[in-house]
């Protein structure tokens, strides 16, 4: 049998894109050439730092069709450390299969430590947490050359005095290092690169919420450590075909600080302007409304804070998410990417302190009473407010094929300007009422563990207290068939409750007066989209672990029939309304025992709950 050709497969792609003849052949790889490119690369990086040069990039040197291996990565890196007092190479944690995670701090005086400084804002920039997605991390380089030399002053006006720069150049190490030319089917080059998921199979970017894998664990305690200002996080899109270079995502939704979110709008529409005069026109993450149909309009939507973005917003923090375009040539996504960070970096430096107090009064609010009182935006949906805006699309068909019968669009080369339908507004779907405080009984420590790495404030209870809360029963559990990034997701109904429960000592006190109340919020409200008992966390509470046997329960029905005169007409009404249930002996044996003090009143009963008094809460003895 022939092996297929990815060269062939890629034909018309490739040659629309000038890159026929680029993508390497079935049969081998890389090969020796290639290995020898490498090896002498990371020597000379080497020798021109002892010579007190600056080395070039990879991606420079390979004529932009090439990102670079982990272990030339690093090097690269620690050779420019090497030769500049304004950049420092560390690691941050260590990946699955136990490689360092690179973290490279520039900092024009030389501030490598953390700490906060007045009007210095801190900037954290990630590339490669999809590890075939690599055009963040040349970008990065890129940059951290031109800051080195003084281009980036000469092209921008300013030396970023006010900002230090944190960048992962690769936060998928593993991935990273599952290196070869058929990581990504639909992208239009680097030459190789990395894969989506970690060594595990793990979405790095689905799990800043459960932080189940150890890179992401790291990442939380490097947020812990700096507390960044800003943060940008760089990928390469999916989807249709059209002609920005790059696209991106501001969420201004989650976080919710109005101040913020108007400083966000500015910002917002100075890259625009800044980028079309750049040459790159700049559009909102590209979604439609009915998959590879751009005809059908455009929609938004709010990053969960499972994603990087999303998670930035409930930490009271700008998060833009960069997508240079798949199907653009990789010299032109990673000079787009660059672009957009470096205009970014230029706006944050000429704004640092109005930034840094504007964040400072953000997490105040988080804070604050008036946080509290107001409805908290759980999950949002698209306002029903529509406009038309100009999108600068590619020609297209649809087809059908003859192998398969199915339909789908053949994207042409013609561009076209189209006036499209956009809703671009959203509303919440669901709010919660907030607690003063949340109540986390001590068993649960996979949770407790989970608040300690997100850097949540928690006090515990001295002694064992009896609390009226509130709390809520979840019934009807329904887990996802299939696995979604190592756990089963659950879904039910939450029914509110009120009761009375002895806490014992030990138990976690979650009060939401800190700056971190709405990632808490979405932690620990059961109807929140990434909420740890929705993610499986608290599993255990739908068990019921006793159960009565059909000779005694037989045995007990004519007593509680004669105990309780009510039940024989409620019994009959609920077979009337239920033939299934009247068909079936053991449902009717059931409904008996639930209603006997043998039964488990406590399964399905969310073990978490909330405190609503600030008085009850400030009165509770702690340790």
């Known amino acids: ?223 812990r450590t700096w507390r960044p200002d800003f943060f940008i996080d760089t990928h390469s899109t999916d989807g249709a075909d059209y002609q920005y270079a790059v696209t991106y995502s501001l969420d201004p939704y989650l976080g919710g600080d109005p101040d913020l979110t108007a400083w966000i709008a500015r910002y917002e529409g100075a890259m625009k302007d800044q980028l079309a005069a750049d040459g790159w026109p700049l559009f909102p993450y590209v979604t439609f409304r009915r998959w590879h149909d751009p005809r059908s309009g455009l929609r938004t939507w709010a990053a969960t804070p499972r994603y990087s973005q999303g998670y930035a917003a409930v930490r009271n923090r700008p998060g833009l998410l960069i997508e240079a375009h798949m199907l653009k040539d990789y010299p032109t996504r990673v000079e787009a990417t660059g672009a957009l960070v470096g205009r970014t970096l230029a706006w944050v430096d000429a704004h640092a302190g109005e930034l840094t107090a504007l964040n400072t009064a953000a997490d105040a609010r988080a804070a604050s009473p008036a946080f509290r009182a107001a409805p908290f935006p759980l999950r949002y949906r698209a306002a029903p407010d529509s406009v038309q805006v100009d999108f600068l699309g590619v020609a297209y068909e649809e087809r059908i094929s003859a192998v398969t019968g199915g339909a789908h669009v053949a994207f042409g080369d013609r561009p076209e300007t189209w006036r499209l339908w956009s809703w671009p507004d959203l509303e919440p779907a669901a709010t919660a009422r907030l607690p003063e405080a949340y109540l986390v009984p001590p068993e649960w420590t996979e949770v407790i563990d989970r608040l300690d790495w997100h850097g949540v404030a928690y006090r515990r209870l001295a002694e064992p207290v009896a609390l009226e809360v509130r709390t809520w029963r979840l019934d009807d559990p329904r887990w996802q068939e299939r696995p979604y990034e190592g756990r089963h997701p659950v879904s039910f109904t939450a029914v509110p409750l009120v009761e009375t429960r002895l806490w014992p000592a030990g138990t976690v006190v979650v009060d939401l007066a800190q700056p971190a109340a709405p990632l808490v919020a979405h932690l620990l409200e059961p109807e929140a989209p990434d909420a740890l008992v929705q993610w499986g966390f608290f599993d255990p509470v739908f068990t019921r672990t006793e159960y009565v046997e059909s000779y ?42 639930a209603r006997t003090p043998w039964y488990d009143g406590r399964a399905g009963i969310y073990p978490v709950a909330c405190l609503d008094g600030r008085g009850v809460v400030d009165g509770l003895p702690l340790r």
């Open 1 to 223: 049998m022939p092996s297929i050709n990815k060269n062939d497969i890629r034909g018309e792609i490739l040659m629309k894109r000038g890159l026929r003849g680029a993508w390497p052949s079935t049969g081998g790889g890389p090969g020796l050439v290639l290995v020898l490119v490498l090896i002498g690369l990371s020597c000379g990086f080497a020798a021109v730092a002892r010579a007190g040069g600056l080395p070039p990039t990879p991606w420079a040197a390979s004529g932009g069709l090439r990102t670079p291996r982990y272990a030339e990565t690093v090097a690269w890196c620690e050779a420019l450390a090497a030769v500049s007092d304004q950049v420092q190479l560390s690691s941050f944690g260590t990946s699955g299969q136990g490689r360092p995670l690179p973290l490279v701090v520039w900092d024009r005086q030389g501030r490598f430590t953390p700490g906060r400084r007045d009007g210095q804002a801190v900037v954290l920039l990630q590339a490669c947490i999809h590890a075939g997605e690599s055009c963040g991390k040349d970008a990065g380089m890129e940059l951290l050359r031109d800051l080195v030399e003084g281009r980036f002053a000469t092209d921008h006006g300013t030396a970023l005095d006010s900002v230090t720069i944190l960048f992962i150049p690769i936060f998928n190490a593993d991935g990273h290092e599952r290196f070869g030319p058929w990581g990504r089917i639909n992208q239009n080059g680097p030459l190789e690169m990395g894969w989506r998921t970690n060594a595990a199979n793990l979405n790095l970017n689905r799990d800043y919420v459960k932080a189940d894998t150890p890179e992401l664990r790291a990442w939380l305690g490097l947020w």
């Open 552 to 593: 005694v329960i037989e045995a007990m029905i004519p007593q509680l029939l004669a105990d309780n005169p009510g039940w024989a007409a409620e019994l009959e009404a609920r077979k009337a309304a239920d033939p299934a249930f009247a068909a079936d002996p053991g449902a009717i044996r059931h409904w008996f025992y």
